[in-house]
């Protein structure tokens, strides 16, 4: 179910103007760094509900999903048992995002298939794609990939892996990035390496900043985020 029916809180729409942005941007601005992590899982976890509730316990599940797996490649670095993991881990995020992605199209090709052979077809409801759902998949699939090869050590803070899976996400689709080089240029961050200090409070500037040539966006982006980056633009300028 979604907030008032099926209606999505774009940037340009009244709620978000008036009423949405100010609020997280106040509480932004008020809250202090060791506590940003929390206000932006919890800012882009509204956002992404607005649209539907039951699509943000995927996002959820999913992330929970990469974090306790980020944990059991680690403690299995450099034995098989972590190849196992990871191949588990990247087969799960793939076997979702295919689930999505495809059962609609999948069953109709089966059901072609029946129908001319003169079977009964498969009853399926149609599935809804998530908003969003490629980019926070292989997002996720990166830094077990990242964690395997030890590119980077796995956070231990769950808050703060949901905020950056948020985050990385958010700002890719927000933005218009073309890619993850034309990112880590822009920003001098890579995403995977800062999950565990996505909020440094020593060096709170370490928040990614999107390319200034990045072409701004009205789709239906799940991820309030993009606000923070402005903030911290603004507050570095």
């Not at 490649?73 to 034995?79: E, L, P, R, S, V």
């Not at 077990?144 to 980077?152: P, S």
């Not at 200034?212 to 402005?230: N, Q």
Request: proline letters at 5%; a positive charge; aromatic letters at 14%.
């Amino acid at each position: 179910p979604a907030v008032h029916g099926e209606a999505r809180m774009v940037f340009s729409s009244n709620v978000f103007l008036f009423l949405f942005l100010p609020i997280f941007l106040g509480l932004y601005y008020l809250c202090p760094n060791r506590g940003r992590n929390l206000l932006i899982l919890i800012g882009s976890y509204t956002f992404y509900a607005w649209w539907r509730v039951d699509f943000l316990l995927l996002f959820a599940a999913v992330t929970l999903w990469n974090y306790l797996f980020g944990l059991r490649i680690q403690a299995h670095a450099g034995t098989q048992a972590a190849r196992r993991w990871v191949a588990v881990g990247v087969i799960g995020n793939l076997a979702t995002l295919g689930y999505f992605k495809y059962a609609n199209f999948g069953v109709a090709n089966i059901n072609a298939l029946l129908e001319a052979a003169g079977m009964q077809p498969f009853v399926l409801t149609q599935v809804i794609l998530p908003i969003g759902i490629s980019f926070y998949i292989f997002q996720s699939i990166s830094y077990l990939i990242d964690v395997y090869r030890k590119d980077t050590e796995p956070t231990r803070n769950l808050i703060n892996f949901a905020a950056f899976i948020a985050l990385a996400h958010g700002a890719t689709i927000t933005t218009g990035i073309a890619n993850d080089q034309q990112w880590v240029a822009a920003s001098n961050w890579h995403p995977a390496t800062r999950a565990d200090t996505l909020i440094d409070p020593k060096t709170p500037q370490r928040l990614a900043a999107p390319a200034p040539e990045a072409r701004s966006s009205y789709s239906c982006t799940p991820m309030c985020v993009s606000l923070a980056l402005a903030v911290q633009r603004c507050s570095s300028s």
